[in-house]
C-alpha cells in the first residue's frame, strides 16, 4: 500500500442491508491499493478512507460496484467557450479526470461540451467549473434543471409502498387461514383455494421481495451472503414447496411466504422512519443557514442567494433575522441568539468589532457586518461537518460486532441446512415440518438489528452532543471519553476566562511613584503581544510610553530592554533572579501578592527589583461545580500551568482542585500527561486548544475549549463550544449513557438469535412468529437508540 497521506473521501453506498454487507466492502476496500484507514457505516450509508491521487478513488468505486453495491454519482453538462482545437478538450479532459472525486470527464469539441461523471459528497458542480475556468476557458452549467434528490422517492416512501402493497395481497391469505381456524368454510374454501393462493402470493414474492433477490444474487456471485440470503432463502423455501403441494395435493404455505415478506417490510419501514429520525441534528444544523443575504451592493441593498456572498461583502440584518455567513460586525449593535453554536440559551450582547455567525439570530436591532467566512468556511457549516464526520466514524466496540456478522449468515446458513438434515433424516419428521423449521431459522437470525446496534448510538449521540454545544470529533473518542480516570485542566484560558487585569501594584524602590512604575513596565511590555502584557499596557491609561530599545522577549520568562538608558526585566521570578540581586524584602511581598491568588510580574531596573505587578484573570463560569461533580464520579482533577506555585495553589483551592503540576512550561505539559499515563490512568487534557495542543494531542481524549470562531482549527478530539466547563462534566456523562445504550443494543441483537436460532431449530417458532421477531429487533435497537435524543443533565 502507498504511504498514507491526509487526503480524506466519503462516498456514499447504496445497496447495503446488513452488517455482512459494510464489513464485506471494508475488508475489500482496505486491501485496495492507495486507500487507508477504511472505515464503512451501515447507519449512515457511507464509506471514508485516505487516498492519494483520483485513480485511487475510481479503484474504490470499482471494488464497490464490483461487490454488487451502488455508489452515490452526480452528472454535470458543462458548456465551455474558447476552445480551438482537439488539445484544447484534451488539456480539460485530463485535468478534470486529475480532480479528485471526477470518475470520469469526456469533452467534446465539436459540441463545446463537458459530461462528466463525479461524487457530489467530494466535489460540486462549481468546483467543476472553476477547474476549467482556470485553465483559460469559460465554462457555464448545460444543467436547467435539477434531478437526482428532488425526483428520487425517498427510502422511506419506497418501504412505504412496497410494505402496503405486500399487505394488501397478504391479507386475504391471513384472512383465509383465520376464517378456518373459526371454521367459517364458505368464506375460508375461496380465500384457501390454491389458485387463487398463488395469485395474491406471486407479486408478493417478486415484486415486494425482489430487492432480496437482487440483494442475493449480488452477494453469492461474490460467494458471499447477507440478510438478502437468508429471507430469499427462507420465502422461497416456503413459495416453492407450497407451489410444488399445488400438483401433489400438500399442505400450502403461501401465507407463511407472503406475510414473512410483509412483515420484514414492516421492520424496514419502521427501520427507514426511525433512522431518518437519528439525523434530526444534522437536519436541524442545515436548516439554520437562511437561503438569501441582504447586501450592500454599488450603493444599493440588494437580496441576493447566501451562494453569490462573497468575502468583505457588507451584509445588514434585521432584528428577527438569521445571519447569512460569519463576519464581523462593522456598526451598530445589537443581542444575538448562539444556542446554536454554544447551547446557551443567554443571548449575548454585540457592538463594533465583535464576530458573528452563520445561523445565530440577530435579536433586537438591525446591523451591518462584513462577511470573513462565506460556503463551507462558516462555523455552521464547519460544525455540520464535524458532526457528520464523526457519525461517519466507528466507535471501537463496533469491531466486535463487526467481526461476528462476518461469520453470522454462514453459520446460521449451515445450522438451517443442519436443522433440516436432522428433523428429517434423523428425526424422522416430515418434509413439510423440517422445511419449516429450517426456515424459521433463516428468518430469525437476519442479523440487521447487530449492524444497527452501535451506528444508530452514536448518530443520535453526536447530534445530541452538538444541540448542547458538545462536538465529537468521532465515535471512537465519544466511547473513550466515557473510560478516563483523570482530567487534568490548563489554567490560563481554561480554569480562568484567560483576561488577565492589573489588580494591585507594590513599589519597594522609593525613587519610583506609582504613575512611573507602571509607564516603564507598560513601555515594555508594549512590546510583547502575552495576555498578561497586554494587561499591564490597558492598566496604564494615557497611553504615553517610552521608547524602549534592545528589547528581547523570553518565552516562558518574561521580557528585556532599555528605557532611557536603562537595562529593564519584567517577568516571572526565574527570569528576574538570573537578572537581578537577591533581595530577602522583595521575596516576603511577592510571597504575599501570589498568597491572594495574584500572577505576579516582577519588575527589575539595572538589576534590582523595584516592585510589583500582581494580575488576576477570573476563574471560568462553572468550573467548581465541574470539578466537584467530577470528583462525585471517582474521576481525579489535576491542574497543568506555567503560573508560579503560590498563585496556582491558590487558584486550585478556589476551584477545589488538590492536585497541580505549577510553573510548567508549554512544551513540558505534555510530560506531565504522560507521567499520570504511565502510573496506569486513562487521561483528558483540558485546554484552549492551541497553546494545549501538545498536551491535548499526547492525552488519551483531547478537549478543546473555545468559541464557535475556532472551531475549525481546535486541535482537541471534543470541543466545547461554551465557556462553562460543566459541558466538560456532560460530555462525559453522555459517552457513558451512549456506551450503556450501544450495550443495550447488542444485548438485544444478540438475545434474539442466541435464544431465537435454538428454538426455531427444536421446532417451537413457527416462521411468521420469527419473522415478526427479526422485525421487532430491528426496531427495538433503533428505538432503544432514540431514547438518547431525551437524555440530559
Known sequence: MNEENDKKITLIITGMTCAACSNRIEKKLS??????????????????????????????????????????????????????????????????????????????????????????????????????????????????????????????????????????????LLAGMFFQLISLKPIAEILMNPWLQLALATPVQFIAGWQFYRGAYKNLIHFTANMDVLVAMG?????????????????????????????????????????????????????????????????????????????????????????????????????????????????????????????????????????????????????????????????????????????FVPTVIAIAAATFFIWFFLLSAGIEDSILFSVSVLVIACPCALGLATPTSIMVATGKGAENGILFKGGAYLEQLGKIDAVCFD???????????????????????????????????????????????????????????????????????????????????????????????????????????????????????????????????????????????????YMITGDNKNTAEKIAEMVGISEVFAEVKPADKAEKIKQLQNSGMSVAMVGDGINDAPALAVSDIGIAVGSGSDIAVETGDITIMNENLINVYRAIKLSRATVTNIKQNLFWAFIYNTVGIPVAAAGFLNPIIAGAAMAFSSVSVVSNALRLKKWHI
Open 31 to 172: 486491501k485496495t491499493e492507495g486507500l487507508s484507514n477504511v472505515s464503512v457505516n451501515l447507519q449512515t450509508e457511507k464509506a471514508v478512507f485516505n487516498f492519494n491521487n483520483a485513480d485511487d478513488i475510481r479503484s474504490a468505486v470499482k471494488v464497490i460496484e464490483n461487490l454488487g453495491y451502488g455508489v452515490k454519482k452526480n452528472k454535470s453538462i458543462l458548456n465551455i467557450k474558447g476552445m480551438t482545437c482537439a488539445a484544447c478538450s484534451s488539456r480539460i479532459e485530463k485535468k478534470l479526470n486529475k480532480t479528485a472525486g471526477v470518475l470520469n470527464a469526456s469533452v467534446n469539441l465539436t459540441t463545446e461540451k463537458a459530461d462528466i461523471e463525479y461524487l457530489e459528497e467530494t466535489v460540486s458542480e462549481n468546483n467543476l467549473l472553476e477547474t476549467v475556468n482556470s485553465l483559460g476557458y469559460q465554462a457555464t452549467s448545460a444543467n436547467n434543471t435539477k434531478t437526482g434528490s428532488q425526483k428520487a422517492i425517498s427510502e422511506e416512501n419506497l418501504q412505504r409502498y412496497k410494505l402496503i402493497f405486500s399487505a394488501v395481497l397478504s391479507f386475504p
Open 235 to 407: 420465502t422461497s423455501a416456503a413459495y416453492f414447496f407450497s407451489l410444488y403441494n399445488i400438483f401433489t395435493g400438500g399442505h400450502l404455505y403461501f401465507e407463511t411466504s407472503a406475510i414473512l415478506i410483509t412483515l420484514i417490510l414492516l421492520g424496514k419501514y419502521l427501520e427507514s422512519r426511525a433512522k431518518g429520525r437519528t439525523s434530526d441534528a444534522i437536519k436541524k444544523l442545515m436548516d439554520l443557514a437562511p437561503r438569501s443575504a441582504r447586501v450592500e451592493r454599488n450603493g444599493e441593498t440588494v437580496e441576493i442567494p447566501v451562494e453569490e456572498v462573497a468575502k468583505g461583502d457588507l451584509i445588514m440584518v434585521k432584528a428577527g433575522e438569521k445571519l447569512p455567513v460569519d463576519g464581523i460586525i462593522t456598526d451598530g449593535d445589537a443581542v444575538v441568539d448562539e444556542s446554536m453554536l454554544t447551547g446557551e440559551s443567554i443571548p449575548v450582547e454585540k457592538s463594533a468589532g465583535f464576530e458573528v455567525f452563520c445561523g445565530t439570530i440577530n435579536y433586537n436591532k438591525p446591523f451591518r457586518y462584513k462577511a470573513t467566512n462565506i460556503g463551507e468556511d462558516t462555523t455552521l457549516a464547519q460544525i455540520i461537518k464535524i458532526v457528520e464526520n464523526a457519525q461517519g466514524q466507528k466507535a471501537p466496540i463496533q469491531r466486535f460486532a463487526d467481526v461476528v456478522s462476518s461469520y
Open 491 to 637: 489554567k490560563t484560558g481554561t480554569i480562568t476566562e484567560g483576561k488577565p487585569t492589573v489588580k494591585e501594584t507594590n513599589i519597594i524602590n522609593n525613587e519610583f511613584d506609582s504613575d512611573e512604575f507602571i509607564k516603564i513596565a507598560a513601555s515594555l511590555e508594549n512590546y510583547s503581544e502575552h495576555p498578561l502584557a497586554r494587561a499591564i499596557v490597558d492598566y496604564h491609561k494615557t497611553g504615553n510610553l517610552y521608547k524602549a530599545e534592545n528589547v528581547e522577549t523570553i518565552p516562558g520568562g518574561g521580557i528585556k530592554g532599555e528605557i532611557n538608558g536603562k537595562n529593564v526585566v519584567i517577568g516571572n521570578n526565574r527570569l528576574v533572579n538570573e537578572n537581578s540581586s537577591e533581595n530577602p524584602s522583595a521575596k516576603k511581598t511577592m510571597k504575599m501578592m501570589e498568597e491572594k491568588g495574584y500572577t505576579t510580574i516582577t519588575v527589575a531596573i539595572e538589576e534590582n527589583v523595584v516592585g510589583f505587578i500582581g494580575i488576576f484573570d477570573t476563574v471560568r463560569n462553572g468550573i467548581k461545580e465541574t470539578v466537584k461533580k467530577l470528583q462525585e464520579e471517582g474521576i481525579k482533577t
